[in-house]
């Protein structure tokens, strides 16, 4: 019986281990067995069913986005086009538009259209070599168009090479069936939706929008006691237009991550911190909205906290289905070295997912695997629209990236 199903070797490896030098970089040999990495070496050792000499290209884990919205239906072009001619986003909202457009299209979409839709942006995503994602809820905003949004993400993992982590984002705006009481329809959540939504099974975490145009420290804090009693993570979209003590409610509850963060004070790093929460920067949104304050990113750096990116693909704020843009965006508009974004991108991006069993190339890990036709990792963070992807492998077999 041989040693190893898939033994990969005379590659280029940047392990991304945490605390090693220089993306954790060596030349030799990965051997694979039951889709986990069991064996790293420079020089290749036992027998394989199927031996595979990369010729010196590159190896990183796969890459892994942390935040996405990309079940929906109905885009929002119009509405930036709009805003390009000067209109407000009150004005735009008073007509009908905002996200309570997409909210109507989603509603009015069956879960066989949202599937159709999302597929081609989660093959996008698979294609930069992104093999773990993470899609939220929010687009629904009432207990069946929650879970027609939660059941399209799960039959997206369930049709696809691709790891899809769910989340149940019920907390994103206030819909029209509870206009002015938003006490109400966090009420309603907590009592209805949330337990029938873990009822089936269907979300690995609970998210919430903590903004003054959206809910309340408090309101989003019952949230995070009724998630907490019932067992499951929560994250949160923090600070991101202002700084509402977002991220340090999501420390308090020992959220997995806080995401978007512009506007987080030095408390909040500390906070986080302390409660070993990871920080997820969106740059594409930061860009689309014009932002000009920038994440505390040097606060976050003297205070360890691990830093995460993501594309957070939707049709409002970030309309840019492409992980590997967003690599980019950080390292051009918040100074994140490429070494602190392919971190980001993979072993801090699953911190961000609560998931100890891949980001990294070491023994016990996944073999979640990108396999690059670059000259070294840096460049993952300098192209953009660069087609560098020589292979993706998910528990060390390949997908099928024409599919």
């Not at 394989?48 to 239906?73: K, Q, Y």
């Not at 009015?108 to 839709?117: C, F, K, P, V």
């Not at 409002?316 to 590997?324: D, I, K, N, Q």
């Not at 036709?373 to 993706?392: F, M």
Request: aromatic residues 6%.
């Amino acid at each position: 019986m041989p040693d190893w199903d898939l033994l990969l070797t005379d590659a280029r490896v940047a392990t991304l281990q945490d605390g090693a030098a220089d993306y954790g970089v060596f030349e030799g040999a990965i051997g694979i067995r039951d889709g986990v990495i069991e064996w790293l070496g420079e020089h290749a050792e036992g027998s394989a069913g199927d031996t595979r000499s990369l010729d010196g290209r590159w190896v990183t884990p796969a890459l892994i986005d942390c935040h996405t919205h990309i079940v929906f239906a109905g885009n929002r072009a119009a509405e930036f086009e709009q805003r390009l001619r000067g209109a407000s986003y009150e004005e735009i909202a008073r007509a009908g538009g905002g996200i309570m457009s997409t909210v109507r299209a989603t509603r009015e979409a069956s879960e066989d259209e949202l599937l159709r839709l999302a597929l081609p942006r989660l093959m996008a995503l698979m294609r930069e070599g992104v093999a773990t994602i993470e899609i939220k809820s929010g687009y629904g905003l009432d207990i069946d168009n929650e879970i027609k949004m939660l059941r399209v993400a799960r039959r997206l993992g369930e049709s696809t090479p691709i790891e899809v982590r769910t989340t149940l984002l019920a907390a994103h705006a206030l819909p029209p069936e509870f206009k002015n009481d938003a006490d109400r329809y966090i009420d309603h959540i907590c009592a209805e939706i949330l337990p029938r939504v873990l009822s089936e099974g269907l979300a690995d975490a609970v998210d919430a929008y903590c903004e003054d145009i959206a809910f309340s420290g408090p309101q989003v804090a019952r949230l995070f006691r009724e998630s907490e009693s019932l067992g499951i993570p929560v994250k949160l979209h923090a600070d991101q237009l202002t700084d509402g003590g977002g991220a340090e409610l999501a420390a308090h509850f020992s959220a997995l991550s806080a995401d978007h963060l512009e506007y987080t004070s030095t408390v909040g790093v500390a906070a986080m911190a302390e409660a070993n929460t990871t920080a997820v920067l969106l740059p594409a949104a930061f860009l689309t909205l014009g932002e000009t304050q920038l994440p505390p990113v040097d606060a976050l750096r003297e205070q360890n906290v691990p830093v995460a990116i993501a594309s957070d693909c939707n049709p409002g704020t970030a309309p840019m289905c492409s992980l590997r843009s967003n690599m980019m965006l950080a390292s051009r508009l918040f100074r994140l070295t490429p070494e602190e974004c392919m971190a980001g991108v993979t072993r801090n991006a699953a911190r961000a997912l609560g998931l100890p069993d891949r980001g990294s190339i070491e023994t016990g890990k996944r073999a979640d695997l990108a396999i690059w036709d670059i000259s070294h990792p840096r460049e993952l963070a300098y192209w953009s629209g660069t087609p560098q992807l020589s292979e993706l492998l998910t528990a060390g077999h390949t997908v099928n990236l024409r599919a």
